[in-house]
């Protein structure tokens, strides 16, 4: 954001005393400002989905992105960010069980089954859990999971088992020539899902695999994160360590430090391994003690000028602020009530005017938020994918709070 959040530090202020609830809470618990802030939040986004649904035409384009004139830029079905649309209306579905957003979420969802058949590359898993996996979950509909358990296999061709990692950009420079970036960690979970679902029993342990590669390569030793590794692909070495998206190869990029929270904690609750917990603590850690006071990160935890004039990142907080909460039910005592905690105070600014769309003219749900800063591409703008992030974790709270189903809040195998 280009301005002080002053509504969201007023909302923080009022609200902190009790949003630090200590491990999962009890069927209907004492009412938290956050509820009804969640609720508010849920409603308007769904107000917002369900008039973008129908407005819109798949075969047009898929909604992306916030544009001066306030409406959506939108992008076709291989861009990496195409199942962000669905996939919120898939949940949004799930909150209110509306048939409309149903049918709309369905629409916008089969056309995406035709993303293999052209090009496609490690967004799959970003492309295909977030929309046709959904949608498995959410009706059973057996039409939704043979695309699904498809994209899983190519995404798992893409991996080279001598890097130990899923390859991502398809980089022409032959100095570049396996490129893996952090985001790749949030792929993963199409794999970890495929695999418990009819596909290939051996996607599981590839994943794992790759999120090993990544805890040893990616994660600086204070925490923080390098954006990308290149690998040679004959030898499996780690060539160089850069960033795309962020401010420089040292500093940290917000949005790729909320995927590895994300991330290595889905893999520590797909697999068990607590190498993975420790890892998305650490990662977590390293966030949290570098957090404007209103909680929404600066678009580079490194970025000049952070975090009085520097761009902040709504995705970023709203990505972090899923992870957390399923990370706070790993973890146990203080500890776990503290992530917890992190996570309600970062929803709680991300509902307030200040990031919150209500009564902007704006088509997404939240504000402020940085695609690429380096290309100048999306800056302080609406995106589907902070939206996304944004609907699942007031979700997730919910129903640690126990006031919505078990429906969206992952379940670890025991």
Same mark, same amino acid.
């Given at each position: 954001?280009?301005?002080?959040? /002053? ?22 618990? /004492? ?249 998305? /603590? ?40 899923? !992870? ?22 970062? #929803? ?22 940085? !695609? ?13 994918? %902070? ?10 709270? #919910?129903? #640690?709070?126990? #006031? ?7 379940? /670890? %195998?025991?």
């Amino acid at each position: 954001m280009r301005i002080p959040l /002053r509504a969201a530090a007023l909302a923080l202020a009022c609200a902190l005393g009790a949003c630090t609830p200590a491990g999962p809470a009890a069927p209907s618990p /004492r009412p938290a400002p956050l509820d009804s802030l969640a609720r508010a939040g849920l409603d308007f986004a769904a107000s917002q989905y369900r008039r973008a649904a129908a407005a819109g035409d798949p075969a047009r384009g898929y909604p992306r992105s916030t544009t001066p004139d306030g409406t959506w830029s939108t992008i076709r079905i291989n861009d990496w960010t195409s199942g962000f649309f669905p996939g919120t209306l898939w949940y949004l579905y799930a909150y209110t069980r509306d048939p409309e957003l149903r049918a709309q979420a369905e629409r916008w969802t089969l056309p995406l089954a035709d993303i293999p058949k052209g090009k496609y590359s490690h967004d799959l898993g970003f492309q295909f859990n977030t929309s046709f996996v959904n949608a498995y979950r959410f009706t059973g509909d057996d039409r939704f999971r043979a695309p699904a358990l498809n994209a899983a296999g190519l995404l798992a061709a893409r991996f080279n088992p001598t890097v130990g990692a899923i390859k991502s950009w398809d980089w022409t420079d032959p100095k570049r020539p396996y490129p893996v970036i952090v985001d790749n960690m949030m792929n993963l979970e199409l794999l970890y899902w495929g695999a418990g679902h009819g596909g290939d029993a051996g996607w599981k342990p590839l994943a794992a695999t790759h999120a090993r590669t990544t805890q040893t390569n990616h994660v600086r030793a204070d925490g923080g994160s390098f954006h990308v590794v290149v690998f040679d692909p004959a030898t499996g070495a780690a060539l160089e360590r850069i960033t795309h998206q962020g401010y420089a190869d040292s500093s940290t990029w917000a949005r790729g430090q909320a995927w590895l929270v994300y991330g290595f904690t889905l893999s520590f609750r797909e697999t068990g391994d607590p190498r993975f917990l420790a890892t998305a /603590r650490r990662v977590a850690d390293y966030a949290l003690a570098r957090l404007p006071a209103d909680a929404v990160p600066c678009w580079d935890y490194q970025a000049p000028g952070c975090p009085a004039t520097a761009e902040r990142d709504a995705s970023a907080a709203a990505i972090m602020a899923s !992870g957390l909460l399923e990370m706070s039910t790993y973890v146990p005592g203080a500890d776990g009530a503290r992530y917890r905690g992190a996570a309600e105070r970062i #929803l709680t600014s991300l509902s307030s005017p200040a990031c919150l769309a209500r009564g902007t003219g704006q088509p997404t749900v939240l504000l402020h938020s940085v !695609g690429n800063h380096p290309k100048s591409q999306e800056i302080d703008v609406g995106l589907n994918y %902070a939206d996304y992030y944004y609907v699942e974790a007031l979700l997730r709270y #919910l129903e #640690l709070r126990g #006031l919505r189903p078990q429906q969206v809040m992952p379940r /670890r %195998a025991r």
